[in-house]
């Protein structure tokens, strides 16, 4: 199957800061990549599609200016959480897919101190 | 927009035992539904998915099965094993995307416990 990285698996910050997350397709092209997050014990919950060359479509009630998305390569898409707080500590997962199947990437564990 | 239900939230079999999972999804235009399978900490793996034009797939103890007029679709697990206890999701595509870049949806997820 298709392989999706993420980059990085883990990261620990202080309250006000960025941390940004890559998300990459490694052997495959990716017009489209989605990025979720997922609270302990909860679903994924989708907050946005990250189009290649174009505005990030997210969903209703994410804040696309604390959550920056560029897809600015077939193979590379970024989620940046701007002004992290403790409430925005999550699992954020990406997909992609190159044909009917999604595949995911591993995951990146914020935490916000 | 798409929304998936799924039931129940938490499920504890003995050993040796059947598994169903149920799912309903809203958009009657939704036209892939995989389910997933994810451990502690780890990403969502897929373990069987259907089409819309298909009412059925199986593949080995995993089978799933799918009523587009009720909209609804069900994950199957037989003979279970202790390695089977994990998270399972399932998923609709809406039909809001084109061709296979369409978003998912999850439903809400269900704990399988498997009873040694």
């Known amino acids: 199957g298709a392989v999706v990285s993420q980059h990085p698996s883990w990261v620990i910050c202080k309250s006000g800061t960025s941390v940004k997350i890559e998300c990459r397709s490694l052997?495959?092209?990716?017009?489209?990549m989605f990025w979720y997050r997922q609270f302990p014990k909860q679903s994924l919950m989708l907050m946005a599609t990250?189009?290649?060359?174009?505005?990030?479509?997210?969903e209703q009630g994410v804040e696309k200016d604390k959550f920056l998305i560029n897809h600015a390569s077939l193979t590379l898409s970024t989620l940046t959480v701007t002004s992290a707080h403790p409430e925005d500590s999550s699992f954020y997962i990406c997909?992609?897919?190159?044909?009917?199947?999604?595949?995911f990437g591993p995951g990146t564990r914020l935490t916000v101190l | 927009g798409e929304n998936v239900e799924q039931h129940p939230s938490t499920l504890s079999v003995q050993e040796g035992d059947s598994a169903v999972i149920k799912c309903t999804y809203s958009?009657?235009?939704?036209?892939?539904f995989p389910w997933y399978k994810q451990e502690l900490g780890k990403r969502p793996q897929l373990i069987i998915d259907?089409?819309?034009?298909?009412g059925e797939k199986k593949d080995q103890r995993i089978a799933v099965t799918l009523n587009k007029t009720a909209k609804h679709f069900s994950l199957h697990i037989t003979e279970t094993q202790p390695e089977d206890s994990a998270v399972y999701f399932c998923?609709?595509?809406?039909?809001?995307?084109?061709?296979?870049?369409?978003?998912?949806?999850f439903g809400q997820g269900t704990t399988l416990q498997v009873k040694p």
């Open positions: 052997d495959f092209q990716a017009t489209t």
């Open positions: 997909s992609a897919s190159p044909y009917n199947e999604q595949f």
């Open positions: 990250s189009n290649e060359g174009s505005k990030a479509t997210y």
């Open positions: 259907i089409r819309s034009n298909v």
């Open positions: 998923a609709a595509r809406g039909a809001g995307g084109s061709g296979n870049t369409g978003k998912l949806i």
């Open positions: 958009d009657s235009a939704s036209n892939y």
